[in-house]
């Protein structure tokens, strides 16, 4: 089975969680600065869900360079990372328009934990379908990077329950951590 078809439609439900998220953020009714305080906490998390969102698009375009052939697990596996992200609006809603209150917050670290789990998962069936000698299967490794990711929003959730403010500094911190690019799927389609 070809990858394109996958790879468009990714793109495109992608694109709508993005065009979700930005509709989610409402015109202030005044015409001060003052008019935006309010708006600040819905503001940061949409920023933070955005960076997510681009993220996972960069990595699965990064991903799927590597892909020569899907299957039908290929395609179940992609839609299951798809519809964890397809939460984002939401729990990037209800965060900000409550001020990052606890169970919020707790949620949100779920939905990501969630979606680390489906890109976690899909690398798995995809390196499956490619083969134990693929480049795929070289460049991602045991991926140390995606299982620390994992760890770090357990935690975090675990921790929001103390501060919602630590859970989303562990959170951020595993954004800033994919946002250092992340070639080594680029290095290894280089060498083969």
């Keep these: 089975m070809h990858k394109g078809r996958l790879e468009a439609f990714s793109d495109g439900v992608i694109a709508i969680i993005i065009t979700i998220m930005v509709l989610e953020l409402k015109v202030p009714h005044g015409t001060d600065l003052?008019?935006?305080?309010?708006?600040?906490?819905?503001?940061?998390?949409?920023?933070?869900?955005?960076?997510?969102?681009?993220?996972?698009?960069?990595?699965?375009?990064?991903?799927?360079?590597?892909?020569?052939?899907?299957?039908?697990?290929?395609l179940w596996a992609n839609l299951h990372l798809l519809f964890w992200l397809s939460?984002?609006?939401?729990?990037?809603?209800?965060?900000?328009?409550?001020?990052?209150?606890?169970?919020?917050?707790?949620?949100?670290?779920?939905?990501?934990?969630?979606?680390?789990?489906?890109?976690?998962?899909?690398?798995?069936?995809?390196?499956?379908?490619?083969?134990a000698d693929s480049t795929l299967a070289r460049a991602i490794g045991a991926d140390l990077k995606g299982k620390i990711s994992l760890v770090v929003y357990v935690v975090g959730i675990g921790l929001t329950f103390v501060s919602p403010w630590i859970g989303m500094t562990l959170f951020t911190a595993v954004a800033i951590m994919w946002l250092i690019p992340d070639r080594r799927i680029e290095r290894h389609l280089a060498a083969s």
């Design 34 to 74: 003052s008019a935006l305080q309010s708006l600040v906490p819905v503001f940061l998390s949409y920023v933070l869900s955005f960076i997510y969102v681009g993220i996972y698009w960069n990595n699965h375009h990064h991903l799927f360079q590597a892909v020569k052939h899907v299957n039908g697990a290929v």
């Design 87 to 131: 939460l984002f609006p939401f729990v990037t809603g209800w965060m900000g328009e409550n001020h990052f209150a606890m169970v919020t917050v707790g949620v949100y670290g779920l939905v990501l934990a969630m979606a680390g789990t489906g890109y976690y998962i899909l690398a798995r069936v995809l390196v499956a379908a490619q083969g």
